[in-house]
């Protein structure tokens, strides 16, 4: 099993650029989330999904947007980067709501 | 909002040593989890604790989950290069439907050889 796998693994944005995370999970979770990890911050829940077709706001939720379309992937947009959007971003997934597995991560660049 | 104080925010020790750290949270916790992140790379999960007073050990480490709820803590005896990293807390209260974790802001382990 892969577990939890996250494309790209490094992106530079110019502001106001698009761009969509792709997180993947090999291990039939129902639940999975998108955090950011900025320095001193700890680790910040964006948004979340407890299934397929399902997604919920986290406690950072502003500027971006997900989906679930299919139970194994959860993609994180983001419509108009900005600077402030510059960080470490992961996918997580649990079966339940219990342990959560985090992928490799994504280094977010926006100038 | 729910906040976790974790202490020591960093630590440098000498190889052989053994290490202790602690959460501290306001509130009460149905679950805490142990994560370690190496340099580049996402958290993993070192061990998982459910119940009150609950003593879990994974290799050289050992948590426990105390029996006021608000508390957790993590040891890691006879220390060696590789437990470089930075450690990170968790906790899960009760109610929270789709496993909220709160996360602690992270201790900082340096092992000199």
């Known amino acids: 099993n892969a577990g939890v796998t996250q494309t790209p693994k490094f992106r530079v944005l110019k502001t106001g650029q698009s761009m969509t995370l792709l997180c993947a999970q090999d291990m039939n979770h129902e639940y999975m989330y998108w955090y950011r990890q900025d320095p001193g911050m700890g680790l910040r829940l964006i948004h979340y999904?407890?299934?397929?077709?399902?997604?919920a706001k986290g406690e950072v939720p502003d500027g971006y947007n997900v989906s679930r379309l299919k139970k194994q992937n959860f993609l994180l947009g983001l419509e108009s980067a900005a600077p402030s959007q510059t960080s470490v971003y992961f996918c997580?997934?649990?079966?339940?709501?219990?342990?959560?597995?985090f992928g490799p991560g994504t280094r977010l660049t926006v100038t | 909002g729910q906040q976790l104080n974790q202490s020591p925010q960093s630590m440098f020790i000498q190889e052989g040593e053994d290490v202790s750290m602690n959460c501290t949270s306001s509130?009460?916790?149905?679950?805490w989890l142990w994560y370690k992140q190496d340099p580049g790379e996402g958290p993993v999960l070192l061990i998982a604790?459910?119940?009150?007073?609950e003593l879990t050990s994974n290799g050289r480490l050992t948590a426990q989950f105390g029996i006021t709820r608000k508390d957790s803590f993590l040891n890691i005896s006879a220390s060696i290069p590789s437990d470089v990293g930075i450690y990170f807390c968790a906790g899960r209260a009760g109610g929270t439907s789709y496993g909220k974790l709160t996360f602690g802001q992270g201790t900082i382990l340096t092992v000199h050889p």
């Open positions: 997580a997934s649990s079966l339940q709501a219990y342990e959560q597995y």
């Open positions: 509130s009460i916790f149905n679950t």
């Open positions: 604790l459910y119940k009150a007073g």
């Open positions: 999904s407890v299934g397929e077709g399902t997604t």
